[in-house]
Structures are given as structure tokens and as C-alpha cells.
């Protein structure tokens, strides 16, 4: 019954259709009683967000990316760092440094969450039918929460733009949210 739990559960298909619903709203009430944090290591938080997208909570993974308090991706960005950290607690402001024996502070695990903006953020995506990009998919998924539902400290992602320099050539990716919703992309030559 924790967040980790409901992500592999839901992310390798342990559970029957008509179980995945609950599941979903236990593992988003987790995180919102959780103060909008997460509460994954190395297993879990690679595959968080994606798995928030694909049951239909891409804003609650907005409202993860933009969590400024520990434990998040923010966090670090906020206490210096240039770089993704092995552990949440690498260094926190309450106890400093963590143990050096196991403490990487250039480490790619809590990286991955760059896959889900790049996939659904940017909306940058590819098919299994043709890999590599040669048949781009591009469909972004702006931040659509309410002002309710943002939690405190955060505000709504507005505009994104992004590239990608896939093995086919560079795909590039733009939208913004103004009177309306803008959107410009690229794709290379020979793709469709």
C-alpha cells in the first residue's frame, strides 16, 4: 500500500481491468495526503509520472514536477544542484550532507522524469510500428489544472518548447497557453 506498490502494480499489468480505477485513486490520494511529494526510490520514482499520464493523471504529475519541498525534483534545484542527486536526502537543509558511502551526486535514476516531459510535457513521442522517429507522434498535454487544484507555492506551466535531436534529424515541439492554445512543431525531412 504505498506509492511504489500501486506504480508496479499498475505499470506491469498485476491487476484486473476493473481493479486499475481504485488503484489509481488510492496511489493519487497518497501522494495529495503526502503534501503533493513522493514517496519513491529508485524503483518507483523512473516510472511515477509515466504512469500517473497513462491512467489519466497527467496533472497531478504537474503538480509533482513543480514540488519545491523535500522530497522532489525541485528540491535539489533549490539547494544549488546542477545535477540530478542518487537519493532525496543527499543533502537537506534540516541535516545536511547525507553518507558519503552511498551518496552520488550525478546519478540518472531520478532522472528519468525528463522521459515524461519529453513524451507528454513537449509531447515528443515515437511508435514500436516505426522506431527511431521515423513517424514522430506529437502530441502535447498542457498543465490543465484549476487554480483548486494547484497546490500552494505553484503556479500553472504556460508555454513549453523543446527539441529533440533524434536519430532521423531534430523534432522540435512548442505550444503556449494565451487567449488560446498555440501550438508549432518540426520534423525532419523523410518522417511522417
Known sequence: RTQCGYLLALRIGLLDEDKCPAAVAALKQKIIDNGYKLSTGFVGTCILNEVLAEFGENNLAYSLLLQTENPSWLYSIYQGATTIWERWNSYTK??????????????????????????HVAGIETTEEAPGFAHPILQPKPDTRKAADIPDGQERITWVKASFDSPVGMIKSAWAITDGFIYEATVPVDTT
Open 94 to 119: 534540516a541535516t545536511g550532507f547525507g553518507n558519503v558511502g552511498m551518496n552520488s551526486f550525478n546519478h540518472y535514476a531520478y532522472g528519468a522524469i525528463q522521459e515524461w516531459m519529453y513524451r
